[in-house]
């Protein structure tokens, strides 16, 4: 710690702990988001499908906003009122979250939504502000590094709170502990702030932008009529009334940020070009990453063996880290893949008692009939890429700073396009994982996903800092949160094409070849990504940007 206040800004250690917190909420809420959805004596008995759909619509526009908070903060509230008004409206959505009504969930998730928008982009940029000054400007991506590690530190804590809550007292305690986290982030921030003084104002308008009503009228209205128009358009173009709704209210957005380009001083024209581009290639990244709540959430539900036995149970137990199930003879036949009981009539009615996981357990591990075991949450799997960002951050930190003494540092778009190629490689580890399993007739252990998620959280510490620090570096100083919504626009695009990918997981008998698509895709934004770095490298040398 003490190297870090030598080397680092005293600002570092208060947007680390307060963006910790605001991700223990956010994490715990998406940990158990799929999995609330899908119960169907206390959730909304949803399908694999329907809930994938939803949860893909909601993750994508929780990043699209950021568009909008990241003008706001620029032009008119600055980046510290943004922070706070994103971190009130996070939390009050997330204690909402847990009233149990359709409606309600959708105002709290409409909530969350603004909150990201507001808090999101600004913090991140007000940590590229901080070291913008010429000591700290060669620790940048060291520093996005350390902030990357403290948004892992609270994924990582927040499943173990949310399956004791949930086990407990019921997913409406789960989610109020993500709301009084974000809450905790608020406050952290807000005790830091005579370390913010003269990075946090606000820029205004400047010459050249586009005024807010030009922007109303040409963006945020087309982008809302738009959406309207994609989910009342009979049927489906893309797979779900949501989806349609979803890619034609972004088509505005893109294009206002195509504007920026070509609107752009001659100067300007380059940088923002690159980040234009590598915005466009990491979309594929996030639409395979994401799936970490969704498909991933279900590998880790219905596919590894989850069961824990002697001291292990009884820690797990007492910990309230597993729960109880009771198998029944006719759990393996009666039940549909909608998690309803099938009456001989063949009328369908919801039916609570489902142990759903001893559908594809193996014979001679099915306990006798009426026979309870234990078995861990589903939603700690969700701690495994964040546990690997906290052991792994440090090594890649140590690394490059090797490499950086030996002069060889790779650029930042070179490291970028490196993470998009190790990211394809853990796409075969889950390929391997499904021919353990005879694909899926029979469960397999827990390190298949320990694997998965140990080789893509390599590729994401290359990339996704990275890709911060990139938009810090490049972005014109007038525009600088602006952009990083552009970054968060790719997440975004991303993350809703994560549950389009994640919703057709029924419809792969072979589940090798959804793994092998994610693949592909990964291994398609590699090579593209690749093409660019020589381009890339040139535009930051004439910059003079490291």
């Given amino acids: 710690m003490d190297s870090i206040k030598n080397k680092h800004p005293k600002a570092l250690p208060f947007l680390f702990f307060s963006e910790m917190w605001e991700r223990f909420g956010y994490y715990l809420m998406i940990g158990i988001f799929t999995l609330y959805l899908k119960d169907v004596k206390n959730g909304f008995a949803m399908s694999e499908a329907e809930s994938a759909d939803l949860y893909g619509t909601f993750i994508a526009l929780v990043f699209l906003t950021p568009f909008l908070g990241g003008l706001l903060a620029d032009r008119y509230l600055g980046y510290k ?39 999101k982009p600004n913090i991140s940029t007000l940590l590229g502000n901080i070291y913008s000054v010429p000591e700290y400007k060669d620790r940048k991506d060291e520093g996005y590094n350390i902030f990357y590690m403290g948004i892992n530190i609270g994924a990582f804590i ?29 406050l952290v921030f807000l005790s830091g702030t005579k370390h913010f003084e003269g990075y946090v104002q606000k820029k205004g308008v400047q ?59 001659v100067e300007e024209k380059k940088p923002i070009a690159v980040m234009l581009a590598i915005f466009a290639v990491v979309v594929l990244f996030w639409a395979v ?49 909608f998690f309803r009981l099938v009456k001989e009539n063949g009328q369908v009615v919801k039916e609570s008692g489902y142990p759903i996981y001893f559908r594809n357990e193996q014979k001679e591990r099915l306990p006798q009939e009426e026979t309870s075991i234990n078995v861990w949450s589903t939603n700690l799997s969700q701690s495994i ?30 490291k970028i396009a490196l993470g998009l190629f190790i990211s394809a490689l853990s796409a075969l580890v889950m390929v391997a994982a499904v021919m353990a399993g ?31 620090s990139l938009v810090s570096k490049l972005s014109p100083p007038r525009i600088t949160a602006l952009m990083m919504g552009g970054w968060f626009l790719s997440t975004s695009i ?7 990918l994640a919703s057709m997981w029924d419809k792969y008998e072979d589940k090798t070849n959804f793994f092998y698509l994610n693949f592909g895709l990964l291994l398609i934004a590699t090579i593209i990504m690749f093409s660019l770095v020589k381009w890339a490298n040139a535009i930051m040398r004439e910059k003079n940007i490291h």
């Fill in 81 to 119: 009122k943004s922070i706070v008004i994103g971190g009130i409206l996070m939390g009050m959505g997330y204690c909402m979250m847990g009233i149990h009504s359709l409606p309600m969930l959708y105002t709290a998730m409409t909530f969350v939504i603004l909150g990201n928008g507001f808090f």
């Fill in 385 to 414: 890429n964040p546990g690997w960002v906290i052991l792994l951050t440090p090594l890649v930190v140590a690394f490059f700073t090797w490499l950086r003494g030996k002069k060889k540092e790779p650029t930042t778009a070179t």
């Fill in 289 to 337: 990453f994401k799936q970490n709540g969704s498909a991933l959430n279900t590998w880790a539900d219905r596919y590894t063996n989850r069961r824990v036995e002697g001291a292990t149970g009884y820690v797990f137990s007492t910990l309230k880290q597993s729960k109880v199930i009771t198998f029944k003879i006719d759990s393996v036949e009666k039940y549909d893949s």
């Fill in 207 to 265: 010459e050249g932008d586009m005024s807010m009503t030009k922007i109303t009228a040409l963006i945020l209205l087309p982008a809302i009529t738009f959406g309207v128009l994609g989910w009342i358009i009979p049927g489906s173009i893309f797979g779900s009334d949501s989806t349609d709704a979803f890619i034609f209210a972004c088509l505005p957005v893109v294009y206002f940020y195509s504007t920026l380009y070509f609107k752009a001083s």
């Fill in 438 to 468: 005879s694909n899926g007739a029979e469960k397999v252990s827990v390190w298949w996903l320990i694997a998965c998620y140990g080789v893509i959280t390599i590729g994401e510490l290359f990339l996704s800092p990275m890709g911060l």
């Fill in 158 to 186: 927040c499943n173990f709170f949310g399956a004791a809550l949930q086990i407990m007292l019921g997913w409406q305690w789960a989610f109020m502990a993500a709301g009084i986290g974000m809450f905790i982030g608020v």
């Fill in 494 to 500: 991303g993350n809703k094409l994560s549950g389009v």
